[in-house]
């Protein structure tokens, strides 16, 4: 089989195809589409929202290669059973389920995070690099591996169906979800609400890690029905970044094709500080964000 599209026929598509998705090296990966840094009203968007979107951070070539990677994790009985139904069940991060009863999501992590060249496309590349710093200061502390590969498959869902918010609870700052596939409305795509980073951070006791306050899910919800939630959809290649508390989930999938992502994390070097530390009243002690807005 014949895993390298002829577009690919290059430098990194000669790499890729050494061995069967071996990791590409740092160089190959140094893409720089964007000036390095934030402009101020970057900056002030991510502090009030608490998320940021760069467009084409990845090239289109190495996007669908990683896509058709992610096919090779389905099983072969894992099928298409309509245009925007696929049927089958499929052991993941989750458990073995089928398509309809986990809402066509699929998280991907230990059996990816031995593909060291997926951690390149993204913790080496200097458009992702250049953001973090200019987000979290000095001292950002790049991950060991990626988080995971994420899909969202069509699943025959209702459309009446809204996405359910959640925060992460383990130890990072600053996520980052690159699109494989281009994402439309109502695609799966990855969906956040906005400004919520600055009322759920009250939902947890330290700066950050998992120590959740009694009152967590009551905030969460009440959120959630105060604050409209925000779709993002881009083509592939698309990254957002996001606040560690930001409450975000993914759309369900209404189009014909899955929706694939890649999910990195980055925290600084007192991150293991920072899960002891209480919360404070000030949101950005820990960021390069200062001055902006703080609400209790």
């Given at each position: 089989m014949h895993l390298i599209p002829?577009?690919?026929?290059?430098?990194?598509?000669?790499?890729?195809?050494?061995?069967?998705?071996?990791p590409p090296t740092a160089s190959d990966?140094?893409?720089?589409?964007?000036?390095?840094?934030?402009?101020?009203e970057e900056l002030r968007f991510f502090a009030r929202n608490g998320y940021?979107?760069?467009?084409?951070?990845?090239?289109?070539?190495?996007?669908?290669?990683?896509?058709?990677?992610?096919?090779?994790?389905?099983?072969?009985?894992?099928?298409?059973?309509?245009?925007n139904t696929w049927r089958g069940r499929i052991r993941d991060r989750l458990s073995m389920l089928g398509m309809r009863r986990r809402s066509g999501h699929l998280k991907f992590r230990e059996n990816v995070r031995d593909q060291?060249?997926?951690?390149?496309?993204?913790?080496?590349?200097?458009?992702?690099?250049?953001?973090?710093?200019a987000l979290l200061g000095g001292g950002v502390q790049?991950?060991?591996g990626v988080r995971g590969l994420y899909s969202v498959f069509p699943s025959g869902v209702s459309c009446d169906k809204r996405p359910r918010p959640d925060t992460d609870s383990h130890p990072f700052l600053l996520g980052t979800a690159t699109y494989l596939s281009d994402v439309e409305p109502q695609g799966g795509?990855?969906?956040?609400?906005?400004?919520?980073?600055?009322?759920?951070?009250?939902?947890?006791?330290?700066?950050?890690?998992?120590?959740?306050?009694?009152d967590y899910h009551r905030r969460l919800y009440k959120m959630a029905q105060m604050q409209p939630a925000v779709e993002i959809t881009g083509?592939?290649?698309?990254?957002i970044f996001w606040h560690h508390r930001l409450a975000h989930g993914s759309s369900f999938n209404l189009q014909n094709h899955p929706r694939h992502a890649l999910v990195v994390d980055f925290s600084t070097e007192?991150?293991?500080?920072?899960?002891?530390?209480?919360?404070?009243?000030?949101?950005w002690r820990e960021w390069a964000i200062q001055g902006e807005p703080c609400i209790d």
């Open positions: 002829p577009s690919l026929d290059t430098k990194i598509g000669r790499s890729l195809a050494s061995r069967h998705f071996p990966l140094s893409f720089d589409p964007h000036a390095e840094g934030l402009k101020d940021l979107v760069r467009r084409d951070v990845i090239p289109a070539e190495l996007a669908d290669f990683a896509r058709r990677f992610a096919r090779t994790l389905c099983p072969r009985h894992f099928q298409r059973a309509g245009r060291r060249w997926l951690y390149e496309l993204v913790a080496n590349n200097r458009s992702v690099t250049a953001t973090a710093r790049k991950p060991e795509g990855f969906t956040v609400w906005p400004g919520s980073h600055l009322t759920m951070r009250w939902g947890y006791r330290t700066t950050a890690g998992s120590q959740r306050t009694g083509s592939a290649g698309t990254t007192g991150i293991d500080r920072l899960i002891r530390q209480p919360t404070t009243t000030d949101p």
